[in-house]
């Protein structure tokens, strides 16, 4: 039965798959979201866009997130701000320091030292990718206490996060994506 939440049935839709898949921590599992499908359709960003906002801290000046996952994210999360007139940037995390001219790791309009940034995630399975981008931004001098994902598949990544003190806040257990999938 297709869920009466329209987000949810997208994410059904066009982002869950059964199979066998290689995760980026390595494991296997029966199970993928592949949230691309969605958060780069223009649906999916007017549905994501605003539900991801709310969770943002209301002190944080940028949101961040690990390139590739989450640059659209970052980027319509800090549209939907402005739209509302609230000052919040878009950060993109390399996953590795650029090779050649600015060797940057961070891209985009830099907050002053000690800003709150708030992570944004696609999925989170073990937190790995989070905490990579987390621990980029901690190096850089800005504050990260929460992340804030679309999907939680809750195989370790809360744990992993709270272990750095970080908060994870998602919209979806896998459980759910999959139980709407059918
Ligand atoms: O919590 P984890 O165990 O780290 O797994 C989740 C990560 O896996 C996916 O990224 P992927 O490495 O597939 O990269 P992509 O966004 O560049 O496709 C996803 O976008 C998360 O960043
Ligand atoms: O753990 C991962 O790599 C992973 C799982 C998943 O369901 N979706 C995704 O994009 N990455």
């Not at 390399?94 to 961070?106: M, P, Q, V």
Request: glycine share 10%; hydrophobic share 50%.
């Amino acid at each position: 039965m297709l869920s009466a939440d329209p987000l949810l049935q997208l994410l059904a839709i066009h982002a869950y798959r059964r199979g066998q898949f290689t995760l980026a921590s390595g494991a296997s599992s029966e199970h993928y979201v592949n949230c691309k499908p969605v958060t780069l359709s223009g649906r999916g960003a007017l549905l994501l866009a605003p539900r991801l906002l709310e969770l943002v801290e209301p002190e944080a000046l940028a949101v961040a997130g690990l390139t590739l996952g989450a640059d659209p994210m970052v980027s319509w999360v800090a549209h939907a701000a402005a739209l509302a007139g609230r000052n919040l940037d878009a950060l993109i995390v390399r996953k590795e320091a650029k090779g050649h001219g600015t060797g940057a790791w961070l891209e985009g309009p830099l907050p002053p030292t000690g800003s709150l940034i708030t992570l944004l995630e696609d999925v989170v399975t073990t937190g790995g990718s989070a905490l990579k981008a987390v621990h980029q931004l901690r190096a850089a001098g800005y504050v990260v206490q929460r992340v804030v994902a679309i999907v939680d598949r809750e195989e370790g990544g809360e744990a992993a996060l709270g272990a750095e003190a970080l908060q994870l806040h998602s919209l979806y257990r896998l459980t759910e994506v999959a139980a709407a999938h059918g």
